[in-house]
T-cell receptor, first 111, second 114 residues
């Protein structure tokens, strides 16, 4: 039931791009993306509600393929501040409220 | 605008004691969620509450754990007779509606069991 994120870890140089994938075996109502730095709270990045929807947040964008139950997070021209662990949280249909999080993808951006 | 407020930030308990974790949601948010994060792991859903109601407690351990969100005051996550395995970060999140809305997280309570 837990969504699967890939890759598990990424190391980038500043300015490089990265893609983080989130795949679920269950039907989804929405996908939420969060970034968490060590010892801190998860910070909301964006939520995707519709099939094929794309959203953007600074140089971070995401897509959601409702039929495939997959979402991807795109980080372009990465900055040092992008380092952290990225989690996708999947929301099943049915007004449940709860999010089921993937295991996380650790991103390290080096100068 | 105050965000989600959790206290205490750090809590140390000895085995067998009780732990009480508090969460005040963002202003205007009436839906509260508790998540647990073990070291180096992801976030696991525990319970979803509205004012005076537990909506979904499917992630709560069957024993020793309870949660409430009274009409007045913060939401409380209570752990009785704590054991070493309860050591974790406990995060509270809130949203204005239950579905299709961002959940904003508090800074968490780091619980350590001696």
């Amino acid at each position: 039931q837990q969504p699967v994120q890939s890759p598990q870890a990424v190391i980038l140089r500043e300015g490089e791009d990265a893609v983080i994938n989130c795949s679920s075996s269950k039907a989804l109502y929405s996908v939420h993306w969060y970034r968490q730095k060590h010892g801190e709270a998860p910070v909301f990045l964006m939520i995707l509600l519709k099939g094929g929807e794309q959203k953007g947040h600074e140089k971070i964008s995401a897509s959601f393929n409702e039929k495939k139950q997959q979402s991807s997070l795109y980080l372009t021209a990465s900055q040092l501040s992008y380092s952290g662990t990225y989690f996708c949280g999947t929301e099943p249909p049915g007004n449940t409220g709860k999010l089921i999080f993937g295991q996380g993808t650790t991103l390290q951006v080096k100068p | 605008n105050a965000g989600v407020m959790q206290n205490p930030r750090h809590l140390v308990r000895r085995r067998g004691q009780e732990a009480r974790l508090r969460c005040s949601p963002m202003k205007g948010h009436s839906h509260v969620y508790w998540y647990r994060q073990l070291p180096e792991e992801g976030l696991k859903f525990m319970v979803y509450l509205q004012k005076e109601n537990i909506i979904d407690e499917s992630g709560m351990p069957k024993e020793r754990f309870s949660a409430e969100f009274p009409k007045e005051g913060p939401s409380i996550l209570r752990i009785q007779q704590v054991v070493r395995g309860d050591s974790a970060a406990y995060f509270c999140a809130s949203s204005p509606n239950p579905q299709g809305q961002p959940q904003h997280f508090g800074d968490g309570t780091r619980l350590s069991i001696l």
